[in-house]
C-alpha cells in the first residue's frame, strides 16, 4: 500500500495530456500496490499565490508568534509540504508551456520550499529534508524534447530534477508524452508514454 500525491498544473482539464499521462501512472501504481490512496491536487483549482511579502513574512516567523495575517498567508506552504511529507509516491503533471513549467506548479515550488521544513544549510552546504519518496514526472509537450534538435531547450526535465533533488526528492523518473502536435506523431504521443511507464 501506498499514499499516493497526484500534482495537477494543466488547466486544460480533461483534454490535458499531462493529466492523462499522470492518471495513467496512478493507475499503474495501484495495480502494483493494490490497496494504495490517492490524492489529488489540482493547483488550478486551489489557486497557489505567487509568494508576496506576507508569504515570506510568515515563512520567518515562528508559529506561535504569527499574526491573524501571517497564518493565513501561510496556510497554503503548510497544507503543499504537508501533503508531500505524507506522501509515499508523487505524481506531478508537467505540461511544457513557452519552455518552462506552469506558473501554477512553479507557485506550489516556492511554496513548498521553506528553510528549515523542507531543506536546511549547515557547514555541508544545503540538505533536502523530504526523503524516501518516489517520484513521477508527466511532461506532455507539443513538439519533442527528449532528443534531436530542440533538446537542448528542454528546460522543464533538468529543472523539476534540479528543484525536487534540492529538497531530498532524488529517486524520480520522468514520462513523456511528447509530439503531441506533431503530424504523424501526435496519435500515439500518448499511448506510446503510457507504454513508456514501468513502476518500480
Partial sequence: MKKILHVISSPRGDASFSIKLGNAIVEKIKAAYPDSTVQESNLLEKHFPHLEESHLASFFTPAENRTPELLAAVKHSDEAIKEIMEADVIVIGAPIYNYSIHSSLKAWIDHIARSGLTFKYDE???????????????????????????????????????????????????????????????????????ASVHIN
Fill in 124 to 194: 555541508n552546504g544545503p540538505e533536502g529534508l523530504v526523503k524516501n519518496k518516489k517520484v513521477y514526472i508527466a511532461l506532455s509537450s507539443g513538439a519533442i524534447y527528449s532528443e534531436g534538435p530542440l533538446k537542448s531547450i528542454d528546460y522543464v526535465e533538468p529543472y523539476m530534477r534540479t528543484i525536487l533533488g534540492f529538497l531530498g526528492m532524488t529517486d524520480i523518473t520522468v514520462i513523456r508524452a511528447e509530439g503531441t502536435s506533431l503530424p504523424g506523431i501526435q496519435d500515439h504521443a500518448l499511448e506510446k508514454g503510457i
